[in-house]
Nanobody, 124 residues
């Protein structure tokens, strides 16, 4: 079992930045694909970003490319999401996830473990 705890969310003005962290416990995350998803009010959960086991391969949703960066520190068992140039449409609860399939790593079904989420609110 892997337990995931997100932190770093908050209220920020449009154009601002936040860095989310996801601390894992229970197992080392070094063998897991790590991803970030988000769910805005009234919308389905959507893929944001993912990193391969060593972090040398990343993928992003088109809506966040060039603004968000996923990274991981396996030694610290932690994954990060650096978010810049935030927009009101980025407002959502952000979830960290751990999974095993790179092939379907942009899909929720590719992940076995989920955190409880951290809220990000971007004001205009």
């Amino acid at each position: 079992q892997v337990q995931l705890v997100e932190s770093g969310g908050g209220l920020v003005q449009a154009g601002g930045s936040l860095r989310l962290s996801c601390a894992a416990s229970g197992r080392a995350i070094s063998t897991y694909i790590m991803g970030w998803f988000r769910r805005a009010p009234g919308k389905e959960r959507e893929f944001v970003a993912r990193a391969s086991t060593r972090g040398d391969s990343t993928d992003y949703a088109d809506s966040v490319k060039g603004r968000f960066t996923i990274s991981r520190d396996n030694a610290k068992n932690t994954v990060y999401l650096q978010m810049s140039d935030l927009k009101p449409e980025d407002t959502a609860a952000y979830y960290c996830a751990a999974g095993g399939s790179l092939r379907i790593s942009t899909m929720s079904s590719g992940y076995n473990y989920w955190g409880q989420g951290t809220q990000v609110t971007v004001s205009s």
